[in-house]
């Protein structure tokens, strides 16, 4: 299930409205790490701005990302947040998306921290890659 009840009023954020409170998101997607990028240890940060009618986002655009991988994973965790129904706002939030320095032998789930709706942070093990003689 990738849906996750996100009851967070976390600070972090940087508001454009006159409202200083961080908004409330309600509901989304889990963050996804790139399976690619995990292959290819690339690590990366993407700043989103985002605009949010009744609880809905209704538009969320890249301001600037490290890569396309990135940048559409991004707008799509982004995208299926839910907020406090009253919520009118826009604000800006970044993703860091990391590759830990210690080799896992088979795939993890990646580690999460969210600041929602401020930041989200993915640490990702790399693969331990394997030599077939």
Do not use: C
Request: proline fraction near 7%; aromatic fraction near 10%.
């Amino acid at each position: 299930m990738h849906r996750l009840l996100m009851a967070l009023g976390l600070i972090g954020v940087t508001l454009f409205g006159s409202d200083n409170r961080a908004p409330l998101v309600l509901d989304g997607r889990l963050p996804e790490y790139p399976q690619i990028a995990i292959a290819a240890r690339i690590s990366g940060k993407v700043l989103v701005k985002v605009s949010v009618i009744k609880g809905v986002v209704t538009d969320a655009k890249v301001v600037r990302s490290d890569s396309t991988l990135f940048a559409e994973s991004t707008l799509k965790i982004v995208r299926s947040w839910q907020f406090e129904p009253s919520t009118n706002t826009h604000f800006e939030t970044e993703f860091f998306y990391e590759i830990g320095n210690v080799e896992v032998p088979y795939p993890e789930n990646p580690v999460i921290e969210l600041r929602l709706p401020g930041y989200v942070h993915l640490i990702a093990s790399p693969v331990r890659r394997t030599t077939n003689y």
